[in-house]
């Protein structure tokens, strides 16, 4: 029998309420084969620093990822940037390992 490989991928923005001005976005893949999901990249904008912005976006949709049978959700960052990690090892991520980035210069 051979898998089908099936990605999904969405993305969500968050808005400032009182200006509608956009405050930061994730990009959530989902590989329904291995029930496994990526969240990246996420970012919002410096003004909107420690106002609960990449925490709330990381948050949205767990329910959803759940109905699917999603066991893992995976995200990444550099591992000199503190305040991402602490935020990540916050929200109930562990660190998993370290990886390695491969490049090819044309």
Known sequence: TTKRIIAVCAKYIAKDPA????AGFITRWVDENSKSALLEPIARLPEYRRRGVASG???YGPGLMKEKG???VHVSTSIDHGPVVSLYERMGFMKSGEACLYLKCK
């Open 57 to 59: 976006l990381i948050s």
């Open 19 to 22: 200006t509608n001005a956009l």
């Open 70 to 72: 999603i066991r893992y």
